[in-house]
Structures are given as structure tokens and as C-alpha cells.
């Protein structure tokens, strides 16, 4: 979080700061005579701070 958040401020110049952030994965291995395969899903899920939408 805290490389994202430095990436915020250096690449965007915003004063946006994650506070929080939540992960979560669900991941479905396939076992098969000849393979495997191997399904997964993650999302991150951001508190944000200090954001201001402007209308302009």
C-alpha cells in the first residue's frame, strides 16, 4: 500500500492517500489426467483520503 501510495503522489501529484486496503482471492485448481489449471480472481478494495472531485 504504502508503494501505491508513493505512486500516487510522484505520478499523479494528488494528495490522495489510501488508508485501508482489502484484499480478496478465490483460487480453483483442475486437476486432469495430463494438466492442471490453476483460475484465481483478486480485488483490491481501497479506502481513499484526501480526494476532492471538482467540477470543472
Known amino acids: 500500500m ?3 501510495n508513493t505512486d500516487i ?3 499523479e501529484h494528488s ?3 489510501l488508508t485501508n486496503l ?3 482471492y478465490q ?3 483442475n486437476g486432469y489426467s495430463d494438466h ?3 483460475d484465481y480472481k483478486i480485488v483490491l478494495t481501497p479506502t481513499v483520503t ?3 472531485l ?3
Open 2 to 4: 504504502q508503494q501505491i
Open 9 to 11: 503522489v510522484s505520478n
Open 15 to 17: 494528495s490522495a492517500v
Open 22 to 24: 482489502d484484499v480478496s
Open 27 to 29: 483460487l480453483a485448481i
Open 36 to 38: 492442471a489449471s490453476f
Open 50 to 52: 484526501g480526494y476532492v
Open 54 to 56: 471538482k467540477y470543472s
